[in-house]
C-alpha cells in the first residue's frame, strides 16, 4: 500500500513538472528576422527599438489568419460567396469598370443609378454611392427613404373648420385678447360614454357600476348622476365582507 501511494505521488510531480515546460504565450524570445525559435506559423515581432547593424531581439507571435480577398466588379456578384457583395474600393471613372472586392453585407444592397427607382423596393430610393458627373449615368445604392414627422394643420383658435375629425385648434402660442391666437390641429381624445341616471336608481346601470352624484343634491329634489364603475374589493363591489 504505501509503495503504491509513493509512486501514484512521483507520477503527480512527473506531470506537474511536464505541464510547466512549456512556455506561455507571446514569451518565446527570438531574433527579428530568425522564425526558427517559433512554433509553426509563428513569427518573430521586434520588441524594442532596432539598430542597423545589431541583432534586433523580439518575441514570437502568431500571424493573424486574415479573410481572402476576393476581387470583383460593382454590380457583379456572382464572384462573391453568399451574404457578401462587390463593395467599391476606388473611385470610379466614366466607361471604366468600377473595381471592388466581396464584403460581407448584412443587408443585401440593391445597385442602381441614379434618377431610375425601378430596382428599389417600396419605401427606398437609389441614392449616389460615387461622385456624380453632369451626363454621364451616376451609380448608387437603393437605400431605405426616412418618412418625415407629420406636420399638424394650422389654424386659429375656435375655428376647427381646417381640422380632421376628432380633431380641435389648440393653442400653440400665447393668446392676446382681441387678437386672433394661432394654433394647431390637435386629435382630441374621446370621452367615456357616460350613462345619465337617478342618484337611487341603478337600473340604467351596467352591473359592476352604480349611480355616482355630477351635480351638488337638495333633499326632496331628484339628484342627477352617471353610471361609475365601483371598485371591486375583497368582499365584491364596495369593499364589503
Not at 380632421?164 to 402660442?173: A, D, I, L, R, Y
Request: aromatic share 2%; with cysteine; hydrophobic share 20%.
Amino acid at each position: 500500500m504505501m509503495h503504491t501511494l509513493s509512486l501514484l505521488g512521483l507520477t503527480g510531480i512527473a506531470l506537474a513538472a511536464t505541464s510547466t515546460t512549456n512556455a506561455p504565450q507571446f514569451t518565446i524570445p527570438c531574433t527579428v528576422g530568425n522564425n526558427a525559435p517559433c512554433p509553426t506559423s509563428w513569427f518573430c515581432t521586434q520588441t524594442e527599438p532596432c539598430q542597423t547593424g545589431t541583432p534586433c531581439h523580439g518575441v514570437c507571435f502568431t500571424t493573424p489568419t486574415l479573410p481572402p480577398v476576393i476581387p470583383c466588379t460593382v454590380g457583379n456578384n456572382a464572384p462573391c460567396p453568399s451574404g457578401s457583395t462587390c463593395t467599391p474600393t476606388m473611385i470610379s471613372t466614366p466607361s471604366v469598370p468600377w473595381g471592388g472586392q466581396c464584403i460581407s453585407a448584412p443587408t443585401p444592397t440593391t445597385i442602381c443609378t441614379v434618377g431610375n427607382n425601378a430596382p428599389c423596393s417600396q419605401g427606398s430610393t437609389c441614392t449616389p454611392t460615387m461622385t456624380c458627373t453632369p451626363g454621364t449615368p451616376c451609380g448608387g445604392a437603393c437605400i431605405a427613404t426616412p418618412t418625415p414627422p407629420t406636420t399638424p394643420t394650422p389654424c386659429i383658435v375656435g375655428h376647427d373648420r381646417p381640422c380632421g375629425k376628432h380633431s380641435t385648434c389648440t393653442p400653440t402660442m400665447t393668446c392676446m385678447t382681441g387678437k386672433p391666437c394661432s394654433g394647431a390641429c390637435i386629435a382630441t381624445p374621446t370621452p367615456p360614454v357616460s350613462t345619465i341616471c337617478t342618484v337611487g336608481n341603478n337600473r340604467p346601470c351596467s352591473r359592476g357600476s352604480t349611480c355616482t352624484p355630477t351635480m351638488t343634491c337638495h333633499p326632496g329634489t331628484p339628484c342627477g348622476g352617471a353610471c361609475i364603475a365601483v371598485p371591486t374589493g375583497p368582499g365584491g363591489p364596495g369593499g364589503c365582507y
